[in-house]
Nanobody, 119 residues
Framework: QVQLVESGGGSVQAGGSLRLSCAAS????????MGWFRQALGKEREFVAT????????DYSDSVKGRFTIARDNAKNTVYLQMDSLKPEDTAVYYC????????????WGQGTQVTVSA
C-alpha cells in the first residue's frame, strides 16, 4: 500500500508564503524521485518542481523558479514545497508525486491540497 498525503494548503494574500508537506508511506523513500505538480481550474496539470533521491539535484518550472523551494527529509519520509512571494496565478490544487528511479513517469500520486492566493 503506497500512500502520499499532502498538507499545508490554504488561503493567503498575494506576497504571502505557505509550506506544503507530503508524507509518504513508501518503505524506501530515498529510492524515489519526488515532485510537485499543480492543476488550476480549467487547466491541465503542470509540473512545478522535482528533487532527486538524495536532494542533490532540483528542478523548477520557469513560473516558480526563485520563489519556490523543494526539499526532502528522507529520515521523515517527507518532501516539502516552500512557496514564497505567492501570486494569484499560483492558485491551484497541488499534488505530490513519487517516481521510481527506473521509471520514466511518476508512479504514485497524492490526493492534492488546495492553495488559493487572493489579490
Amino acid at each position: 500500500q503506497v500512500q502520499l498525503v499532502e498538507s499545508g494548503g490554504g488561503s493567503v494574500q498575494a506576497g504571502g508564503s505557505l509550506r506544503l508537506s507530503c508524507a509518504a508511506s513508501l518503505r524506501t523513500f530515498s529510492s524515489y524521485r519526488m515532485g510537485w505538480f499543480r492543476q488550476a481550474l480549467g487547466k491541465e496539470r503542470e509540473f512545478v518542481a522535482t528533487i532527486s533521491w538524495n536532494g542533490g539535484s532540483t528542478d523548477y518550472s520557469d513560473s516558480v523558479k526563485g520563489r519556490f523551494t523543494i526539499a526532502r527529509d528522507n529520515a521523515k519520509n517527507t518532501v516539502y514545497l516552500q512557496m514564497d512571494s505567492l501570486k494569484p496565478e499560483d492558485t491551484a490544487v497541488y499534488y505530490c508525486a513519487a517516481r521510481r528511479l527506473v521509471s520514466s513517469n511518476y508512479d504514485y500520486w497524492g490526493q492534492g491540497t488546495q492553495v488559493t492566493v487572493s489579490a
